[in-house]
């Protein structure tokens, strides 16, 4: 499969632009209008950000098939402040975001691999169709609540830990 996926980089940068920068274009209808609904407990994962600060833990859902990844949190009116969502993408690759049918203010955290940061977009605009890039290859995205970021003094090369990171 992960061969079939690396094949597929140029088709994957493709879609991350129709699909999460682009708003979920293709998304069903259904996804479109359907009614936000919370982060349930049975569907979330630890995942802890290890800085210069300490040790941050949050509880996440985890992304992972395309229909997951084109709605992620859009049409939600809720983050609790130690959730967010993680997005994984599989492969490295430039992804690009908006906000699009998102009504919460977010912190977009880009990781390697390794679930090393590479990039952070600090306080984006809810409901922007401004695109925010990865600013080069990344393998996964964290979204949390606008100002996370800066309350845990988040840094590029910070560590971010999650089943889906390589050890």
């Known amino acids: 499969m992960m061969g079939f996926q690396a094949g597929r980089a140029g088709f994957s940068i493709a879609f991350c632009v129709m699909t999460l920068a682009v708003g979920g274009f293709g998304a069903p209808a259904s996804a479109q209008t359907s009614q936000p609904t919370p982060m349930e407990k ?10 210069a600060s ?10 992972r098939t395309e229909a997951q990844l084109e709605k992620g949190l859009m ?24 906000m699009k ?5 977010l912190d977009m955290i880009f990781m390697s691999k ?9 306080d984006a605009r809810p409901l922007s169709e401004t695109i925010i890039p990865s600013d080069g290859p990344a393998y996964a995205v964290l979204e949390v609540n606008a100002g996370t970021a800066k309350r845990i003094a988040l840094k590029v090369g910070d560590k971010v830990q999650n089943e889906i990171f390589e050890k």
């Open 42 to 51: 049975s569907t979330l994962e630890p995942l802890v950000i290890v800085n």
């Open 101 to 105: 049918n998102t009504y919460l203010p």
């Open 114 to 122: 390794k679930g090393i940061v590479t990039h952070i977009a600090r």
């Open 75 to 98: 049409f939600q009116r809720v983050l609790p402040p130690d959730h967010g969502m993680l997005f994984d993408f599989k492969i490295a690759h430039p992804i690009m975001m908006w």
């Open 54 to 63: 300490g040790k941050h833990t949050f509880h996440v859902e985890v992304m």
